[in-house]
């Protein structure tokens, strides 16, 4: 790392003229290629118009669009001015976004095109494109601002169950720990080309983004993810790492057909993290991807990302498994009926400072430095970790805890069955009963009858689903996971009928 600022988390000066970013557009048009010091002078170019504007080091400036090289040059920008980024998402209800900008109390939004009607005229708004972003850039040498230790850098809004999105407050310390943790795992990356489809206002786009970077790495950037379009970035540009959402890639597996003749040989590796992943998908994805090797990944905003990595004696990891704990960090499972099973605990460099204006929700998840993350997990013989399920997911059935990540699993293994989610719904006698959305294969005959049968015959009687509703697809939420609040309510609509 050559600067303790996460803003400067790349070497230009290394990297030189090498592409760091590949815009492919929507193919109609040559794609936009970004050399890491063309990409370094904008980030200096946006710091010093900022400060020339008058914003001062502190400030809370807020990035609002879909994925670009500006946004990038923004995020980056911002830091190195000293500046706390806070990029959040466009696709959050008017009233949520107003929250968000008086909870941060931002002094500025940096916007694209179609959201700029999103920002509040309460605080300046500064476009991405045309002719206002070229006014803001000053181009020029421009010392980066060295931040204290623990001194905030960015915050990202967590999208939580109920209630208003909690900001969390992320040090430049927590995150170059974590950039450089994994340097060191990978080494040399520098010919490695990654896709990067999550939107930046969510952690794993943001780390897997600076973590291409820090490598010297190319990163292919798409605006926002659409299945096609990824796949056929992957063939384009020939694209060797992928990082994701399991979500994505079950869409794109469910197009594998029509993807038929794009080659997918330069991908070597496939990591899939920020919600459940099934055996059932894996399997699927390393058809897509027969070279590759497919890792499970794990990481919270408050946490931080990636607290598992290989096992220090070499054995070989399970394919649902996380990983083994990262040296420099604590782990615990806490809560449950024995030391290998419970709610994660975590304490090390990579947690957050806290959340922006909570000091009773931080005080509630920290605790003497550890943070309570409200996943179950349970560890197995050798020290690996797997991911049972959320403990705000779980509900009881009759007197039964059910994890729906678990039932997922047990329906995906189903002859047929592309994918499934999980919700619970309300039920006459046991007040809450499993309520199943299954996304058929292709050409696939399913009944819901065949479905409930199946869980019966390979599951506990009283995980099995009550209902069961085919889809063309499961809803994502802004996150690109599973939105489990939508299809909870449309289980609740469809049993009120």
């Not at 795992?185 to 206002?201: C, H, K, Q, T, W």
């Not at 905003?301 to 607290?307: D, K, M």
Request: hydrophobic share 40%.
């Amino acid at each position: 790392m050559i600067s303790k600022n996460l803003g400067k988390c790349f070497d230009a000066a290394r990297w030189g003229e090498k592409t760091a970013l590949i815009e492919p557009g929507d193919f109609s048009a040559p794609a936009r290629h970004t050399s890491y010091v063309a990409l370094d002078r904008e980030c200096d170019a946006i710091a010093r118009g900022l400060l020339g504007r008058g914003y001062k080091p502190g400030n809370r400036i807020g990035l609002l669009g879909q994925n670009s090289r500006e946004f990038l040059s923004a995020y980056f920008g911002i830091m190195r001015a000293g500046m706390v980024a806070v990029p959040f998402s466009y696709k959050l209800p008017q009233p949520t976004i107003d929250h968000i900008v008086a909870d941060a109390e931002l002094k500025a939004i940096f916007h694209d095109d179609e959201n700029a009607g999103k920002c509040p005229d309460t605080v300046a708004s500064i476009a991405l494109e045309g002719s206002e972003f070229q006014e803001l850039l000053d181009f020029g040498p421009f010392t980066t601002h060295e931040p204290a230790p623990r001194e905030v850098g960015m915050m990202l809004y967590t999208s939580g169950s109920t209630g208003m999105p909690k900001g969390v407050l992320l040090s430049h310390d927590s995150q170059r720990w974590s950039l450089e943790r994994g340097a060191r795992l990978f080494g040399d990356r520098e010919s490695n080309a990654y896709i990067v489809a999550a939107p930046m206002f969510h952690m794993n786009a943001t780390i897997s983004t600076k973590g291409a970077m820090v490598a010297g790495a190319t990163t292919v950037l798409l605006p926002t993810f659409d299945a096609t379009a990824y796949a056929r970035s992957i063939d384009a540009f020939g694209v060797t790492s992928l990082t994701s959402v399991p979500t994505m890639l079950a869409l794109v597996a469910k197009q594998a057909d029509a993807l038929d003749s794009l080659d997918f040989s330069s991908v070597i590796e496939v990591t899939m993290g920020s919600a459940p992943l099934t055996q059932a998908l894996i399997d699927k994805v390393q058809a897509m991807f027969p070279g590759a090797t497919i890792s499970n990944s794990y990481g919270t905003t408050e946490g931080g990302p990636s607290p598992f990595g290989p096992h220090p004696d070499g054995v070989s990891r399970p394919a649902l498994a996380l990983g083994y704990p990262a040296e420099g960090l604590e782990v615990e499972l806490r809560e449950g009926d024995s030391p290998d099973e419970g709610v994660f605990h975590i304490r090390g460099p990579m947690s957050m400072e806290g959340y922006n204006n909570l000091p009773e929700k931080t005080a509630a998840v920290m605790q003497d430095g550890w943070y309570r993350s409200g996943d179950i997990m349970r560890r197995d013989e050798h020290g690996f970790f797997y991911f049972v399920g959320r403990a705000d997911d779980m509900f009881n059935v009759g007197g039964e805890n059910v994890w729906p990540g678990e039932v997922e699993k047990l329906i995906e293994t189903m002859d047929g069955v592309h994918q499934a989610c999980v919700v619970p719904a309300p039920h006459e006698t046991k007040t809450l009963a499993p309520f199943a959305f299954v996304v058929p294969q292709s050409g696939a005959e399913l009944t819901e009858e065949a479905v409930k049968q199946f869980t019966l015959a390979h599951g506990p009687a009283f995980a099995h689903p009550r209902h069961v509703r085919f889809v063309d697809k499961i809803p994502l939420a802004g996150t690109n996971k599973p939105d489990r609040n939508l299809l909870t309510e449309r289980a609740r609509k469809e049993l009120a009928r």
